[in-house]
């Protein structure tokens, strides 16, 4: 009778390079730190370049603002979702339900981002005078829509794996 040795974690027999983690965690990082410096930055030459020209009432121009500044609050937010995620990874527990908790936000932010450019587009188009910033702003749209949708796909195999690995434990 042939005996079987215990079956290894996943991370036993595949580990994850601590140096791949620790450069990801390092470009998401400064990603962050731009676009928060980014996010300032535009939000006040906005608000400046707008009070001073006169083009805009200062409610459309509060507006824009607003949008910019949740548009690039929202890109933070999928960051800080993926650093969860690499913490999952660097703890083995990737294939958890926890890490499907975290994709969700990230999809739905990045479909709340689509949403948010459609109007953003049409206040753009209305201050430049450029209709063509509207069709821009909806393919726009509608690649991150497609990005989203990508990321369920995504969830999907996750929570497929999720489930063979429960099978697997339940079987061992």
């Keep these: 009778m042939k005996r079987y040795a215990h079956p290894r974690r996943m991370s036993e027999r ?7 983690l620790m450069l990801l965690r390092i ?5 962050f730190l731009a676009l928060l410096v980014l996010q300032v930055l535009l939000a006040i030459k906005i608000v400046r370049d707008g009070l001073n020209s006169g083009e805009l009432s200062p409610i459309p121009l509060t507006i824009l603002a607003s949008f910019v500044i949740i548009g690039f609050g929202l890109v933070q937010f999928i960051i800080v979702c993926l650093f969860a995620l690499l913490r999952l990874v660097e703890d083995d527990e990737i294939f958890d339900a926890h890490s499907l908790a975290w994709v969700d936000r990230i999809a739905i932010t990045i479909a709340a981002g689509a949403v948010l450019l459609l109007p953003m587009a049409y206040i753009v ?3 430049d005078d450029a209709p063509g910033a509207i069709v821009f702003g909806l393919i726009l749209a509608m690649l991150i829509t497609g990005v989203s949708l990508l990321v369920k796909i995504m969830r999907a195999l996750l ?5 063979f690995s429960t099978e697997l434990e339940s079987v061992i």
Excluded: D
């Design 14 to 20: 595949f580990p994850m390079n601590p140096r791949i």
């Design 27 to 31: 470009i998401f990082g400064a990603a």
């Design 125 to 127: 188009a209305e201050v």
């Design 159 to 163: 929570a497929r794996a999720i489930g």
